[in-house]
């Protein structure tokens, strides 16, 4: 079993901690117990970091395709390498299972390896034009990134953040969530180790609100990218806007599943009841709210009650466990409250909705039905252990239903008919679709959203482009 380690910034390549800091206590949400002391980067700490940036990205801007293209490669080998230490350190500090951790760190891996092998095609185009004359567009690194990146995936959302930066030939400071900060610096950890200069990737920890303030009022920061809630979000977007920085916003959801009649209801129970629980449902592509329509409503209701009853929940760090405690007290105060009003609103409790032993933040897998437009949990993201089935006459209601939020993360469909997935796909407001399908992620894909889910992408080929600009050449 691995020990939680001792905690730092990471400025210019060096580890930096220190009695004279401010320190916060990082806890394990299993027992509540305190694993480790976190040090706050100072403001002189910020500026070190800020001027390393410029530093780093006036280099790196340069390095050859190869060369970044390597370092990738070479950090994803030790990302794998290191993935079974990593997970149990995540597992300590946020509580999800330690298999369903290192799945998480895995995936980073091979983003990072994907983004190696997508770099050398990412090239400009020359156009026609008189002999004697050029016309070219240039993609070029869009400058030093700030990146805020949250609890719930704190190894994969560094690599999403500053793999797609690195790539594209960006520096990036980025500050992980203060909740989960050792699994993000052991990943970090394996791109200096594999050669990415200390001061193209740096790790500041602090209070939230005083850390972005400061990096977005310098003018060195070209790029925000952040991931959260809708809230935070968009007061960073107001900040980046005073100077006109590029921004990538992943921010919330709350995943509509259209289940049709015609359905393969086996697949669409055995994958989707899994993935609901998933991370104790703290996944913003969670699917939550269950569209299903009347004549398979009873049989899909008792499928999924069945499934969720039969999750195992505990430490995840035992075995067999499926479902880990929420990553913060936050987690089972919103659910508890949000489940309370769904039922005070009129909505059926069908299994769960107590929270568990009295240490750490267990919740029930939760499974609510027939709830009502009006109540919280239909309006309001839960970002939690619980899932909402209602009944539905038809396609036209389903749809409607689909996009009445302001939230346009992921949507998932089960239908076998060709028809009507197509309309799906024109008319359902989400930035990804799954159709007869249990995941949105795939490295090679762009993920992001769409309304108040955010804009710009990570993964894919766009998740590269997400740091790049666009620079139009003129040869008379
Ligand atoms: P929160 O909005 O306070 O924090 C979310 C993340 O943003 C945390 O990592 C936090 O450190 C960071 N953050 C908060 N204020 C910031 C600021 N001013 N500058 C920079 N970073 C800042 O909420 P929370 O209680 O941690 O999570 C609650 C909600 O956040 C969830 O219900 C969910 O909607 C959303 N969330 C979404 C994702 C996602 O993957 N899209 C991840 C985590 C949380």
Redesign the pocket.
Known sequence: MSTYPALHLLIGGNQVSGESRKTEEVLNPATGDVLGKLPHASADDLDAALANSAKGFAMWRTAPVEQRAAVLTKAGALIRERAGTIAEILTLEQGKPVGEAKGEIIYGAMLLEFYARELPGIEGRTLDRPEGKRAEVRYEPVGPVAA??????PSLNIARKVGGAIAAGCSVIV?P??ETPAAALATVQCLLDAGLPGDVCQVVFGV??E??RHLLGSPIIRKLS???????GK??SKLAAEDLKRTTM???GHGPVMVFDDANLDKALDQMAANAFRNAG???VSPTRFLIEEPVFDQFRDGFVERVKALKVGNGLEDGIQVGPMA?S?GPD?IERMVKDAVAHGAKLLSGGERIGNQGYFYEPTVLSDVPVDAEIMNE?P?GSVAILNRFAGEAEMVAEANRLPYGLAAYAWTEDAGRQERLIAQVESGMLAINAGSVSAVDMPFGGVKWSGHGHEDGREGIMACMVTKSVHVG
Do not use: I, M, Y
């Open positions: 805020f990146a949250p609890w719930n995936f500050k969530s203060e939230p609100d850390v972005s952040f991931t959260g809630s809708t809230a935070v007061h960073l992943e921010l919330g703290q996944v913003c913060n936050r919103q993201e970002f």
